[in-house]
Structures are given as structure tokens and as C-alpha cells.
């Protein structure tokens, strides 16, 4: 879905800039869903659960390329 774009993201800003920007990109949607669970009471297993399958659902929809 996105993965067109991410490459030609990737391509302009050249791997070690797009490695960063990707590594705060996911940092921020961990914190993201760390508000989340503490606001619900969600335990840290299921918390770390939780942010795999984000990872896994990102790859299988192509957010990740």
C-alpha cells in the first residue's frame, strides 16, 4: 500500500537518513501504544504483544518495505 512511497522515500533521502527517520517514526507509534496501554491498564507482556503485531500487520499490509 505504502511501500511504493517509502521506497521512493528511501531513495531521496539515501539509506542512513531514511534509517533514522524510520527508527523515530517507530519510536513514537511504540510510545504511542505505551499511552495507550497505561491509560487501559494493560500489563507490559501484552503491551510488547501488541506492538508485534503492529510490526507484523505494518509488513503484511506493505508499510514496510
Known amino acids: ?7 521512493l522515500l ?3 533521502l539515501g539509506k542512513r ?5 524510520r527508527g523515530k517514526a517507530i519510536a513514537l ?3 504511542a501504544i ?4 497505561n491509560w487501559f491498564g494493560i500489563d ?6 501488541l506492538i508485534r503485531l503492529a510490526r ?6 506493505g508499510f514496510l518495505a
Open 29 to 31: 507509534h511504540s510510545k
Open 56 to 61: 507484523d500487520n505494518g509488513k503484511r499490509l
Open 1 to 7: 500500500m505504502f511501500a511504493p512511497l517509502v521506497i
Open 44 to 49: 507490559r507482556t501484552d503491551r510488547q504483544n
Open 17 to 21: 537518513e531514511f534509517n533514522q527517520l
Open 10 to 12: 528511501r531513495s531521496q
Open 34 to 37: 505505551t499511552a495507550v496501554c
